[in-house]
C-alpha cells in the first residue's frame, strides 16, 4: 500500500507540474520554487508525466489519474472538477487570472462543430476571453446569455467585446441579446420575450450545447460585475438578503440550497431560469477565491454544474466543507 501511495502521490506532483509549465506557461524556475525543488527535479517531473500519459499535446487528467482533489469533488457532487494549481502567495486578481487561463485552454474539449455555446459576461468571463486558444469550428453560434444594460450603460460594448473575442477564436457566429440585465418591471420582460426578435436569441438559448459561466458572489474579494456596477439599487440589494441568496449565474440568484423559486429579483432577470439552464448537457463553471465557497455549494446543490475549474485553495475548501 506504502508503494501504491507513493505512486499515486508522484502522479499528482507530476500532474501539478505539467499544469503549471503546459497551462499556465510557468518556467521550470517558477515551478520550482513553488514546489520546493530543483529544477532539474522538475525536468524529471515533465518527463514522467510524458512517459505516465499525463501529458500528450495538453495536460489532461483522465478519471483513473486524477488528483485526490479532482476524486474527491467527483465522489461527492457528481461534477467533473479541474483543479488548478495557484502559487501561495498571490492576489485574487491573479489568482482569477491562473483560473481563466486554464480554463480557456480546457474549453476546445467541450465544443465541437455545429456547436451553440452560451456565454454569461462577467469578470471572469472576460478574463476566460482573453485567453482563449483559437480552433476554427464550422457552424459554430456563440449566443449571448443574459443581458447586460442598466440605468448608466447599454452593456453592449462591454458584452460585445466578450462574445466576440469568443467568436473569432471560434469562427463562430455571435448572437448578442441586447436587453437590460434587470428589467424595471416584471411584465415589461414578459412583452419583449414575446418579440420575434428577442425571441430568436431565446430560441438559441434553448438549444445551448455548452453554458460557460462564472457563480456571481457578493462575498467575493474581486467584486462580481453585477454586484458594483450599477445594476442594483439598495432596495434590491436588501431584496436579495431578505430572500437569502448566495450567489447567481448570469444574473439568475439562488439561496443555500440551490433553489430560485420566490427569489423577488429573479422574475425581471434577463438570465436563462434555473430549470432552463439544467437542460443544457454541458454546463461549465469558471471560479476562483474561497469567499465564493457557499456561493460554489448552492450551485452544486441546485445541479448547475457539470464541470467546474477551480482553484486549488477552493477546492480544497469545498471538500472540507
Not at 110 to 132: E, K, P, Q, Y
Not at 194 to 199: C, F, G, L, N, P
Not at 216 to 235: K, N, Q, R
Amino acid at each position: 500500500m506504502d508503494d501504491i501511495a507513493a505512486e499515486e502521490d508522484r502522479l499528482g506532483i507530476a500532474l501539478r507540474a505539467s499544469q503549471m509549465y503546459y497551462l499556465q506557461d510557468q518556467t521550470m524556475e517558477a515551478i520550482a520554487r513553488e514546489l520546493n525543488m530543483s529544477r532539474s527535479s522538475v525536468s524529471r517531473l515533465l518527463s514522467y508525466a510524458r512517459d505516465k500519459g499525463l501529458v500528450e499535446i495538453r495536460v489532461h487528467s483522465p478519471l483513473d489519474r486524477r488528483t485526490r482533489l479532482e476524486r474527491q469533488i467527483v465522489d461527492r457532487f457528481h461534477t467533473a472538477a479541474h483543479v488548478v494549481p495557484v502559487p501561495r502567495l498571490v492576489t485574487d486578481v491573479d489568482r482569477l487570472e491562473h483560473v481563466a487561463m486554464t480554463a480557456a485552454r480546457l474549453l476546445p474539449r467541450f465544443i465541437d462543430t455545429n456547436s451553440t455555446i452560451g456565454v454569461a459576461w462577467g469578470s471572469t468571463m472576460t478574463a476566460v476571453s482573453r485567453h482563449l486558444v483559437a480552433r476554427d469550428l464550422h457552424n459554430a453560434v456563440v449566443v449571448q446569455m443574459n443581458g447586460a444594460g442598466n440605468t448608466q450603460t447599454t452593456g453592449i460594448d462591454y458584452a460585445s467585446k466578450i462574445l466576440q473575442r469568443f467568436g473569432d477564436a471560434f469562427g463562430a457566429q455571435i448572437q448578442q441579446l441586447a436587453v437590460p440585465a434587470f428589467f424595471d418591471h416584471a411584465a415589461t420582460k414578459e412583452a419583449l420575450w414575446q418579440e420575434r426578435s428577442i425571441r430568436r436569441v431565446l430560441d438559441l438559448q434553448e438549444r445551448m450545447d455548452v453554458a460557460l459561466f462564472s457563480l456571481g458572489s457578493p462575498f467575493s474579494e474581486v467584486p462580481s460585475h453585477v454586484y458594483i456596477g450599477g445594476y442594483l439599487d439598495e432596495a434590491e440589494h436588501r431584496s436579495l438578503t431578505n430572500d437569502g441568496v448566495v450567489g447567481d449565474v448570469a444574473t439568475v440568484f439562488f439561496r443555500p440550497d440551490g433553489t430560485s423559486d420566490g427569489i423577488t429579483l429573479n422574475a425581471r432577470a434577463s438570465g436563462p431560469d434555473l430549470e432552463r439552464l439544467r437542460r443544457v448537457p454541458r454546463r461549465v463553471c469558471v471560479v476562483s477565491g474561497v469567499q465564493k465557497l457557499a456561493t460554489v455549494q448552492g450551485a452544486l446543490a441546485g445541479n448547475l454544474i457539470t464541470d467546474l475549474v477551480l482553484d486549488e485553495a477552493l477546492a480544497h475548501a469545498l471538500v472540507r466543507g
